[in-house]
C-alpha cells in the first residue's frame, strides 16, 4: 500500500473518532469547500441582519451568519463520520471521497442537514398516524425537505395521490396547530406585514402574486423562477444558459450582460410587488421570499 494511501486510511480513523486534532486539520485543508455548502444549506432560513465577512483563499468574500456558521460546524462532524467508511477503496485518496461527499452527496447532505436542524424525520404525531401509513410516508417527506416539490419528486406515489395526502396532511396539522412541522411560519409573517393600506388577506395576495408571475413573458417568466425559486444567482443563471447553448435567448431580448440580467430581476420584482400590494415594497427579499414560499405551499407550481 502506498504511503500516501495508509496515511489518508490513518487520517479518517482519526476523524471517525473525532480527534481534536485531526478535526482541526480537516478544516485547516477543507474550510473554503465547507464554507461554500455551509451557505448552500443554510441560504433557505432565515435572514439575520448581523453577520460578518469570510475572505477564501481566492480572496473572494463570503458573507457569513449564525445560521451558516451552525451548518458550518455540523458539516465539519458530518464529514468526518463519514470518513468511518473511508477505506482507500480502488486507490481513490481520501480528498477524493470528501469532495464525493460535498458535491455529488449533496442532497443526502442536505437532507441529514434539515434532520439536524428540524429535529428527528422519524418523528410522526399521533394526529397523522391516525390516518394511513401512506400518509406516515408522506409527512417524513415534508418533514424531512421543507419543500413539498422536493418531497414530492423524491416521493414513490403517483402525483394526484401525492397531492391528496399531503393535501389532507396540511388540513390535519394546520387544525391541530401543527403545521410548523412541516413549513415555516411565513403566513403569519407576510400577514403581519402587509402594508396598512391594503386590507386583502394573505391567501388573495398569494393568487394576485400567482396571476402576475403567469403572465409574464416567457423569458422573464423563467428567469424569475429560477432566480426566486430555485435561488440561483445571476452569474448560475448565465452559466445555465451558456451550458445549454441558450445565450441567443437572453440576447435577442437585450440581455447580454450580467449587470442587465440583475437589472431585469430587479424591475420585474419591483412591477410585482408593487401590484400585489398596491403600493411600493421597501422590503423586497423578505416579501418575495414569503411570498414564493406560500405560493409553493397552496398552489401546485
Avoid at 480537516?26 to 439575520?48: E, H, P, W
Avoid at 441558450?246 to 424591475?267: C, F, I, P
Amino acid at each position: 500500500m502506498h504511503s500516501e494511501l495508509k496515511s489518508d486510511i490513518n487520517f479518517a480513523k482519526e476523524l471517525c473518532v473525532e480527534n481534536k486534532s485531526a478535526l482541526l486539520e480537516l478544516q485547516k485543508t477543507y474550510r473554503d469547500s465547507f464554507i461554500y455548502t455551509s451557505t448552500k444549506l443554510a441560504k433557505r432560513l432565515k435572514d439575520y441582519n448581523e453577520g460578518w465577512i469570510y475572505q477564501t483563499l481566492k480572496k473572494v468574500n463570503v458573507f457569513i451568519n449564525d445560521d451558516i456558521m451552525d451548518s458550518y460546524l455540523w458539516l465539519v462532524k458530518y464529514v468526518a463520520k463519514k470518513c468511518c467508511y473511508y477505506k482507500g477503496e480502488k486507490k481513490a485518496r481520501l480528498n477524493t471521497y470528501i469532495h464525493f461527499i460535498i458535491g455529488v452527496k449533496y442532497k443526502q447532505v442536505r437532507a441529514s442537514w434539515l434532520a439536524h436542524k428540524y429535529g428527528d424525520i422519524r418523528y410522526v404525531p399521533s394526529c397523522i398516524s391516525k390516518l394511513s401509513e401512506k400518509h406516515e410516508d408522506i409527512f417524513r417527506l415534508l418533514k424531512r425537505y421543507q419543500d413539498k416539490d422536493i418531497a414530492k419528486q423524491n416521493a414513490d406515489y403517483l402525483s394526484d395521490d401525492f397531492e391528496q395526502l399531503s393535501y389532507d396532511i396540511e388540513k390535519t396539522l394546520i387544525k391541530e396547530g401543527k403545521i410548523d412541522l412541516i413549513y415555516s411560519p411565513l403566513m403569519t409573517e407576510l400577514k403581519d406585514n402587509i402594508p396598512q393600506a391594503n386590507k386583502d388577506e394573505p391567501l388573495g395576495l398569494i393568487k394576485k402574486f400567482k396571476f402576475l408571475i403567469k403572465n409574464l413573458d416567457d423569458i422573464d417568466y423563467e428567469l424569475f423562477r429560477m432566480k426566486y425559486w430555485d435561488e440561483y444567482s445571476v452569474r448560475e443563471i448565465i452559466e445555465y444558459y451558456q451550458s445549454n447553448n441558450r445565450m441567443n435567448e437572453l440576447h435577442a431580448v437585450g440581455l447580454s450582460t450580467s449587470r442587465k440580467v440583475y437589472d431585469r430581476l430587479d424591475q420585474i420584482s419591483i412591477n410585482i410587488l408593487s401590484k400585489v400590494f398596491n403600493q411600493p415594497v421597501k422590503q423586497k427579499s423578505n416579501a418575495l421570499k414569503i411570498l414564493t414560499t406560500e405560493l409553493r405551499r397552496y398552489f401546485d407550481e
